[in-house]
């Protein structure tokens, strides 16, 4: 059978390498190598203007990853920007919102991880705490503390137990939007995961970032997920004629 396909979504910044210096379209390479170890098939997904752009590349996928990078910006759920926020990513915050709905839209599985995560509250109508403290290890340095999950939620489901993971953010989620529940939390109460409950798709976020650790249950549950609506999913002729994917290897 077929691996999943699972589209993440890209930063898109400067880099330099070897004798270039140019914008780049970057992903930690952590996140196709996670989506690998839960079975799936990564491929990245850039930003796209294109009218359409972000349902038709859904309409191509079996899964989504919306990953962490840049804060949101404020003015997405109508606050100011606190002056620890950091600079926004407008072209990339529209791509992964248009992402995010077209996903819930037509029922593809979706994790979002730290960005992702807050990106998904916002799409639903939900805000965001600007800053906290202690949630890293220290500038670059990604941090650890226990999250705990609520009880029969899909997040519990694939994670049953209190679970240390790595943590890297300074925001997170403030007012839940709308028809999302919190599925887990840290031990200060923060949001550590939430979730779309009773669809037939997975919609899932969590705040810290699974590929920087050695435990694959939340991307598997993704994988799993997806491999399911593939199964059940016949190609569509509007799907299946559209240019073959090359996947990240």
Sequence with gaps: MPRPVIGISTYQDPARWGVWEMPAVLLPAAYPRLVRAAGGLAVLLPPDDAEGAARDTVAALDGLVIAGGADVEPARYGAAADPRTGPPARERDAWELELIRAAIDQQVPLLGICRGMQLLNVARGGTLIQ????????????????????TGTAYADAVPETAMVPAYHHQAVDRLGAGLVASAHAP?????????????SLVLGVQWHPEMGQDTRVMAALVRAAGERAASTPRTPDRSSRAPRTPVS
């Design 131 to 150: 800053h906290l403290e202690d949630h890293t290890g220290g500038l670059g340095v990604f941090g650890s503390h226990p999250v705990i999950p609520v």
């Design 188 to 200: 200060d109460g923060t949001v550590e995961a939430l979730e779309l409950p009773d669809r037939t």
